[in-house]
Protein backbone atom coordinates (compact mmCIF):
# COMPACT_ATOMS: atom_id res chain seq x y z
CA UNK A 1 0.00 0.00 0.00
CA UNK A 2 1.71 3.28 -0.81
CA UNK A 3 1.63 6.31 1.07
CA UNK A 4 2.56 9.34 1.10
CA UNK A 5 2.79 11.58 4.24
CA UNK A 6 3.50 15.28 4.50
CA UNK A 7 4.71 17.23 6.88
CA UNK A 8 6.15 20.73 8.01
CA UNK A 9 3.41 23.30 7.33
CA UNK A 10 2.67 25.54 9.56
CA UNK A 11 2.24 29.66 10.31
CA UNK A 12 4.85 31.84 9.43
CA UNK A 13 5.09 35.60 8.82
CA UNK A 14 6.24 37.05 5.30
CA UNK A 15 9.80 36.72 4.24
CA UNK A 16 9.94 33.87 6.29
CA UNK A 17 10.62 29.95 5.55
CA UNK A 18 9.16 26.21 6.24
CA UNK A 19 10.41 23.09 4.89
CA UNK A 20 8.08 20.91 3.77
CA UNK A 21 8.41 16.71 3.66
CA UNK A 22 7.15 13.92 2.20
CA UNK A 23 7.77 10.28 2.92
CA UNK A 24 7.00 7.69 0.83
CA UNK A 25 6.30 4.30 1.75
CA UNK A 26 5.19 1.52 -0.92
CA UNK A 27 7.28 2.92 -3.51
CA UNK A 28 10.63 4.58 -4.15
CA UNK A 29 11.13 8.21 -4.66
CA UNK A 30 14.09 7.26 -6.88
CA UNK A 31 11.37 5.56 -9.43
CA UNK A 32 8.71 8.22 -9.31
CA UNK A 33 8.20 11.91 -10.45
CA UNK A 34 7.79 13.31 -7.32
CA UNK A 35 5.74 16.42 -6.90
CA UNK A 36 4.42 19.37 -5.05
CA UNK A 37 0.98 20.68 -5.81
CA UNK A 38 -0.87 23.42 -3.92
CA UNK A 39 -4.37 24.34 -3.49
CA UNK A 40 -5.25 28.21 -2.31
CA UNK A 41 -8.74 29.03 -1.31
CA UNK A 42 -11.09 29.90 -4.28
CA UNK A 43 -8.33 28.85 -6.59
CA UNK A 44 -7.57 25.71 -8.88
CA UNK A 45 -4.60 23.35 -7.78
CA UNK A 46 -1.27 24.21 -9.14
CA UNK A 47 1.93 22.44 -9.53
CA UNK A 48 4.45 23.80 -7.44
CA UNK A 49 7.31 21.94 -7.94
CA UNK A 50 8.44 18.84 -9.22
CA UNK A 51 11.66 16.10 -9.42
CA UNK A 52 11.78 13.28 -11.81
CA UNK A 53 13.13 9.66 -11.52
CA UNK A 54 16.13 11.44 -13.70
CA UNK A 55 16.82 13.96 -10.75
CA UNK A 56 15.45 17.01 -13.26
CA UNK A 57 13.85 19.45 -11.13
CA UNK A 58 10.89 22.29 -12.20
CA UNK A 59 9.40 25.18 -10.74
CA UNK A 60 6.48 27.06 -11.35
CA UNK A 61 7.70 31.21 -12.37
CA UNK A 62 5.95 32.02 -9.44
CA UNK A 63 7.76 29.87 -6.98
CA UNK A 64 11.22 29.85 -8.87
CA UNK A 65 14.31 30.93 -6.98
CA UNK A 66 12.16 31.03 -3.42
CA UNK A 67 11.63 27.17 -4.03
CA UNK A 68 14.11 24.17 -3.86
CA UNK A 69 12.78 20.61 -4.25
CA UNK A 70 15.07 17.77 -3.12
CA UNK A 71 14.71 13.98 -2.65
CA UNK A 72 16.64 11.76 -0.14
CA UNK A 73 16.48 8.18 -1.53
CA UNK A 74 18.35 6.98 1.96
CA UNK A 75 14.58 8.02 3.57
CA UNK A 76 12.77 7.99 0.79
CA UNK A 77 11.87 11.62 1.06
CA UNK A 78 11.01 14.69 -0.90
CA UNK A 79 11.63 17.69 0.32
CA UNK A 80 10.25 21.49 -0.89
CA UNK A 81 12.33 24.25 0.65
CA UNK A 82 10.18 27.25 1.00
CA UNK A 83 12.11 30.98 1.56
CA UNK A 84 10.89 34.26 1.61
CA UNK A 85 7.41 33.58 1.85
CA UNK A 86 4.68 35.71 0.60
CA UNK A 87 1.35 35.85 1.42
CA UNK A 88 -0.25 34.36 -1.64
CA UNK A 89 1.81 31.32 -0.92
CA UNK A 90 -0.93 30.36 1.90
CA UNK A 91 -2.57 27.32 0.42
CA UNK A 92 -2.61 23.52 1.54
CA UNK A 93 0.33 21.58 -0.17
CA UNK A 94 -0.01 17.83 -1.60
CA UNK A 95 2.61 15.94 -2.06
CA UNK A 96 2.07 13.66 -5.43
CA UNK A 97 3.61 10.46 -7.20
CA UNK A 98 3.32 9.63 -10.82
CA UNK A 99 4.89 6.54 -12.21
CA UNK A 100 6.63 7.28 -15.54
CA UNK A 101 5.66 4.36 -17.43
CA UNK A 102 2.22 4.51 -16.24
CA UNK A 103 -1.05 6.08 -15.13
CA UNK A 104 -0.38 4.74 -11.45
CA UNK A 105 -0.55 7.92 -9.30
CA UNK A 106 -0.84 8.77 -5.42
CA UNK A 107 -1.67 11.85 -3.12
CA UNK A 108 -0.79 12.84 0.52
CA UNK A 109 -3.72 13.71 2.84
CA UNK A 110 -1.89 17.67 2.40
CA UNK A 111 -0.54 20.44 4.97
CA UNK A 112 -1.26 23.90 5.45
CA UNK A 113 0.52 26.65 5.17
CA UNK A 114 0.03 29.98 6.31
CA UNK A 115 1.95 32.87 5.17
CA UNK A 116 0.38 35.87 7.79
CA UNK A 117 1.52 38.22 9.42
Known amino acids: QVQLVESGGGLVQPGGSLRLSCVASGLNVARYNMNWYRRAPGKQRELVSG???????SYADSVKIRFTISRDTTKNTVTLQMNSLKTEDTAVYYC???????????WGQGTQVTVSS
Open 96 to 106: HARNPFNSDEY
Open 51 to 57: ITDHGYA
